[in-house]
């Protein structure tokens, strides 16, 4: 299975931004969907964002479309979440996900849809 590590959790105001990264160990990089859950204090993991093997199929939760945006480079075998505009309900561990496969984005919403899994990383937004 691919190793994912992720990185680039915190803590920011508000209306801020921040980036997460989460790169793969594997080689063939290129033939894994990537998604991001996360996982609240006292709740269950979540969807947040999915993008398929080539980048060309992105899906999002309806609660951070227009504010969240996944990408990849599958040359730097790395996945990324961009996220604006973060409000303290985003608080939480973020994790990347991986999955071979050639689906669209919207396949891979749910977290049985992952065969591999990082240790996530900590957002923390403030009000």
């Known amino acids: 299975q691919v190793q994912l590590v992720e990185s680039g959790g915190g803590l920011v105001q508000a209306g801020g931004s921040l980036r997460l990264s989460c790169a793969a160990s594997?080689?063939?990089?290129?033939?894994?969907?990537m998604g991001w859950f996360r996982q609240a204090p006292g709740k269950e993991r979540e969807f947040v964002a999915a993008?398929?093997?080539?980048?060309?199929?992105?899906y999002y939760a309806d609660s951070v479309k227009g504010r969240f945006t996944i990408s990849r480079d599958n040359a730097k075998n790395t996945v990324y979440l961009q996220m604006n505009s973060l409000k303290p309900e985003d608080t939480a561990v973020y994790y990347c996900?991986?999955?071979?496969?050639?689906?669209?984005?919207?396949?891979?919403?749910?977290?049985?849809?992952?065969?591999?899994w990082g240790k996530g990383t900590l957002v923390t937004v403030s009000s």
């Open positions: 996900g991986g999955s071979v496969g050639y689906y669209s984005a919207t396949y891979y919403s749910t977290e049985g849809s992952m065969g591999s």
């Open positions: 594997e080689r063939t990089f290129s033939s894994y969907a």
């Open positions: 993008i398929n093997w080539s980048g060309g199929s992105t």
